[in-house]
Every structure is written in C-alpha cells, then in structure tokens.
C-alpha cells in the first residue's frame, strides 16, 4: 500500500499534487469570497498564457473550463520538458561524437 501512495506521488503530472492540496484547503474553508476564489483559481494556472487565456474568458464559464485549461497547461508544460531534454541529449550526443576534420594534405 505505501509502495502504491509513493508511486503515485513520484509518477504525477507536475501541478497535480499542488492542485490537490489547494482543493482540500478550499473544503476545509468554505467562507471564501468571490475575489479569494478567483484568486487561488487562477493561481493553478503557473504561465502567463494560460493565466491570460483564462482571465479572458466570462465570468459564467471560468468554472467550467478551468480543469481543461489546467490539463492543457500540463500537457504544455509537459511537453516543452521533453523537447527540452531532447534537445539537451542531441546536444551532448554530438560533443559525444564530434570529430574534428582531418586536414587534407597538398597532394
């Protein structure tokens, strides 16, 4: 059972465990303002785009669309990870293989 609960903890998406807490802390307060939700929904959201993209939206539809947002913003995040250590390892493969050019002799 412990081995499961580490698992799931070590294996998460980023933002996941973060977002569980947040939503136990908003059951155990239920007197939250309007301005205080609002504010710890958009503090989900950790990038200026998707910040933005949910600030745009209307008033009647942020609560819908917040947990997509969120999961776009994850697949988001995830993949410029990827793309990241990809690029680092094609990096390090060439220094890895890298060799110098022979000169060629004037005959």
Same mark, same amino acid.
Request: charged share 25%; proline share 6%.
């Given at each position: 059972?412990?081995?499961?609960?580490?698992?799931?903890?070590?294996?998460? #998406? @980023?933002?996941?465990?973060? &977002?569980? %807490?947040?939503? $136990?802390?908003?059951? =155990?307060?239920?007197e939250l303002s %309007?301005?205080?939700? &609002?504010?710890?929904? =958009?503090?989900?959201?950790?990038? @200026?785009?998707?910040?933005? *993209? !949910?600030?745009?939206? @209307?008033?009647? %539809?942020?609560?819908? !669309?917040? $947990? !997509?947002?969120?999961? $776009?913003?994850?697949?988001?995040?995830? #993949?410029?990870?990827?793309?990241? *250590?990809?690029?680092? *390892?094609?990096?390090?493969?060439?220094? #890895?293989? !890298?060799? @110098?050019a022979r000169p060629? =002799?004037?005959?």
């Open positions: 059972m412990r081995k499961m609960r580490i698992h799931r903890l070590l294996f998460r #998406l @980023p933002g996941t465990i973060l &977002y569980g %807490v947040m939503k $136990a802390n908003m059951k =155990s307060r239920p %309007v301005p205080e939700l &609002y504010a710890l929904e =958009s503090a989900t959201l950790r990038t @200026p785009f998707w910040q933005a *993209a !949910y600030q745009s939206l @209307p008033d009647s %539809v942020r609560q819908r !669309y917040l $947990a !997509y947002m969120q999961h $776009a913003e994850r697949w988001d995040l995830a #993949l410029d990870g990827v793309i990241e *250590a990809l690029s680092r *390892a094609k990096g390090a493969l060439v220094r #890895l293989f !890298y060799t @110098p060629r =002799s004037a005959h």
